[in-house]
Each structure stands twice: as structure tokens, then as C-alpha cells.
């Protein structure tokens, strides 16, 4: 099974009044990096997090997004400060006596003076919502890696109909190669026929000459060579697996052996059908490029 790096995966689960929402996203990375963004009040949790996405991914910059919400009627408390609300009292009948003023103190007035009354969030059950959030994270990860897996079977099949596109111009090459060796004999000899007036013909010169010119345009090993990449790229796609890196290393092999045969090429045709070679493997290391 081959996965891409590019992946999406979302949940979102209520329990007894807590919401939890997990958004994954991620694209290509040489390694796994993964970027958490959740509410402080989990933040102590995020190695929870990141522990679990290790078994779901091995490459790709990974963006996770974690959304909280408490509705519970024990999440908030309140809390009278009654020795503040005493020293407001002390200070209020002072300044009745000292400005001969009306005591007219209410428990509301008294009440709405800063801090006599304060609200604080209660610290959530640490066992319950770490469970929670886990079991919203792994629900998130395997749409993440479906999402992933369906993307690397599109771009596995694109790739295996590539590669059959570059078994047929290898084949191609090998079978034209010789035809290009005695067309030069031919050409050769009716030049060398012509110069020396039909007069008698030195062939051990001949065959000497078409013997260096075959040697400097034989693209035999390579061509070898390339069929053996091509293999290996279709074995690993069809194993499957973390293979990202393997097959960036062959393409690059590919490439390498691409460029040989068009540095070789003496023939038109052989030419377009190395310049195809070179156009499908670049295309097939774009999309390596997207493979974990």
C-alpha cells in the first residue's frame, strides 16, 4: 500500500458535555515534522498527541488543530471573598463618619464591588478529557491516512502506466541501435565506394570504422540498466510501504542513465525516444516527491 504525503483527516466528538475537535493536515516534508495547535488548557497534553500520530505517519509536515469546548455546569465556580467584603464595609462607614454622610450600604451595592465575588474555571478531570482527546485523535488519524492511502493508489497507477510508456521507448532504443550501426555501414561504404571510384574496397578498414563508431554510440549497459530501475520502481510500488526515499534515489538513478543515451544519440529517433525517457522520469520524481 502506498500512501501520499498529502493527507486530511477530521473529528469531532461529544461526551458529557465536552466537545472535542481534531483537524489534520499535511503536505510534503523530507521527514515527519508535526505542528500542534490546541486550547492551553490541553496543552499538557500535546506529547499525547504526537505520540499517537507517530503510528499513523512517518513523513510529511503535519499540521494538527485541536478545538475545546466545556458546557458543563461544574466547569466555573464562584467564590465570596468575605474578608474583602468586610474591609469594603470598614472603609465605607469610615468615610460615612468622617463625611457625615448616610449610611446607605446595600448587599448589592457591596456586592458588585471588585473581587467580593469572583468566577474561576474548574480544572477538568484530567483521566476523562485525556481519553477523550486520544480517542478524537485516532478517530482523525485513520481518515487522515485513508486520505492518504487514496491519494497514493491514484498517483501508484499514473506511475506503473509511466513506466510501461518507458519500457516501450527502451525497447525501442535497443532495437533501433543496430539498425543505426548498419545504416552508417552502408552510408560509409557507398562514400568510400564513390571516392575511390569503384576501385577495391580495404574492408578490415571498413569494419574498423564502423566497429568505433558502434562503440561510441551503444547504449547497451545503459539501457540495461534502466530496464533494472524501471523494474525495481514498479517492484516497490507494488510491495508497497514507506518507499518515498528508495524511489527518489532510483529516479535519480533513471535520470542519470536518461542523459547518457541522449549524449550518445546519433539517430533522430532514438533522440525523441531519450527525451521521452527524460520527460516521463521527471514526471515520475514529481510525484515521488509526494510519496511517503
Do not use: W
Not at 500512501?3 to 477530521?10: E, P
Not at 458543563?72 to 462607614?93: I, K, P, V
Not at 532510483?250 to 529517433?269: C, G, Y
Request: aromatic residues 6%; contains cysteine.
Amino acid at each position: 500500500m502506498i500512501k501520499s504525503m498529502t493527507g486530511f483527516g477530521r473529528c469531532e466528538n461529544i461526551k458529557e458535555k465536552r466537545k472535542l475537535a481534531v483537524e489534520i493536515r499535511a503536505v510534503n516534508h523530507r521527514y515527519l515534522d508535526i505542528s500542534v495547535k490546541m486550547p492551553k488548557k490541553l496543552s499538557h497534553l500535546e506529547s499525547n498527541v504526537r505520540t499517537i500520530l507517530k503510528d499513523y505517519a512517518q513523513r510529511g509536515k503535519v499540521d494538527v488543530y485541536v478545538a475545546y469546548e466545556d458546557t458543563l455546569d461544574t466547569a466555573f465556580a464562584l467564590h465570596y471573598n468575605e474578608t474583602l467584603a468586610g474591609e469594603y464595609m470598614r472603609y465605607f462607614q469610615q468615610m460615612a463618619q468622617t463625611f457625615s454622610l448616610e449610611k446607605d450600604i446595600s448587599v448589592s451595592t457591596l456586592a458588585r464591588m471588585p473581587e467580593v465575588f469572583t468566577m474561576t474555571e474548574q480544572d477538568a478531570d484530567d483521566t476523562q478529557l485525556a481519553a477523550l482527546l486520544e480517542e478524537t485523535v485516532h478517530s482523525a488519524a485513520k481518515q487522515f491516512v485513508a486520505s492518504r492511502v487514496a491519494e497514493g493508489e491514484r498517483l501508484k497507477e499514473d506511475m506503473l502506466g509511466k513506466l510501461e510508456r518507458m519500457l516501450a521507448n527502451v525497447d525501442y532504443i535497443e532495437e533501433r541501435s543496430p539498425q543505426v550501426i548498419a545504416a552508417y555501414r552502408q552510408m560509409l561504404e557507398t562514400k568510400v565506394r564513390e571516392l575511390l571510384d569503384n576501385k577495391q574496397l580495404d574492408e578490415s578498414r571498413l569494419i574498423m570504422e564502423v566497429t568505433l563508431f558502434a562503440d561510441k554510440i551503444c547504449v547497451d549497459e545503459e539501457t540495461v540498466r534502466l530496464r533494472s530501475h524501471i523494474e525495481a520502481v514498479r517492484d516497490a510500488l507494488l510491495d508497497g510501504g514507506s518507499v518515498g526515499r528508495k524511489l527518489d534515489f532510483i529516479a535519480q538513478e533513471m535520470n542519470r542513465e536518461a542523459n547518457t543515451i541522449l549524449s550518445k544519440a546519433n539517430d533522430s529517433s532514438i533522440s525523441d525516444a531519450g527525451i521521452e525517457l527524460k520527460t516521463s522520469i521527471e514526471k515520475i520524481r514529481e510525484q515521488i516527491q509526494n510519496i511517503e
